[in-house]
């Protein structure tokens, strides 16, 4: 059996060596290392995939967090509303602009904000809400945008997880994760569902003029060379990782039934243990599945992960602390017991290993090593 690990990455490239190795030879050939001809039309061919106006590449996700955030012109004492149970960039960037992080709890079994913490958290001082699409299923839009549209607030979505989601609308309109909001931003870390082979980011909008103060914001606050209108960054995706990314676009369809087919086969097999639930789906969203995270309700979640990892199984804690609670956010007046679910997951969530290219026999000998132990 091939060894087991949370994301293959070996295997996946082997499947598309050829062209990928093609692709990345050209931009060497030409020299076009950056803002080559492969950034343009891989942001072309994003915006058609996501059904976007605009697709405005950047240098990782967490840049991409941080220009949503310029873009809008949020200003230092603003207040964003964030859950405490997610990735740290996506609250990092809001304590670095000087704006103040307010976070919310989260839902215990889809594991997104919770829609009536969101609510509460609002003040007059609330200019924008960052939701996650978190483990790769999308949040309550439905809900999320009512509140935002009666409050009048800016709503930036992390779709760093769930790229390719695809949420239907109690109207029965259907949108792809990161294209419902003010911005949809995302990352394409190589373990993400769309990765590429170093770093990358994107960020999505319909706003024609939120799209050119985003351009300007990434290249140095310049719409004209060596004119600089406004502060900005630097913040580019390399033509090698664009081209690289066109060629993994065409086969996210196919990573995301892989995974989906992941997800299936542990659902099977490991719903009848009584100690632990299963991730729950959402019926207004599809599942990407960047992570699978069982819950153990019954019994030491760390033991299991130990267990795990003896047998040769490699499993994550997505996350051991929420941002709360962290030494470098402790100072924004939240304290423990502020948000019980999201303190409580940190202590029982374990991901198993998803990824695009599983053999039947991998998996079969994870589920039966978990059902051996319970
Ligand atoms: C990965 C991730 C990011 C950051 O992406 P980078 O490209 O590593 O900067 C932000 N938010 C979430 C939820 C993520 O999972």
Redesign the pocket.
Known sequence: MKKIQMVDLHSQYNLIKGKVDSAINEVITTTSFINGPAVKDFAKELAEYNDVEHVIPCA????A?QLAMMALDLQPGDEVIVPAF??V??AEVIALLRLKPIFVDVEPDTFNIDISGLEHAITEKTKAIVV?H?FGQCCNMDNILEISNKHRLYVIE?T??AIGAKYTFEDGSVMRAGTMGTIG?T???PS?NLGCYG???ALFTRDSNLAEKIRMVANHGQRVKYYHDIIGVNSRLDTLQAAILRVKLKELDRYELNRNRVAAYYDEKLGSIENITLPKRFERSTHVF?QYTLKIEEGDRNELKDYLANKGIPSMVYYPLPLHLQKAYIHYEFSKGDFPVSEQLCEIVLSLPVHTEFEEEQLDYITQTIIDYF
């Open positions: 990782n996700g967490t840049d967090l997610t990735y960039a996506t996650v978190l992390d760093a997880q931003t990352s394409f870390f993400k770093d990358g980011g960047h």
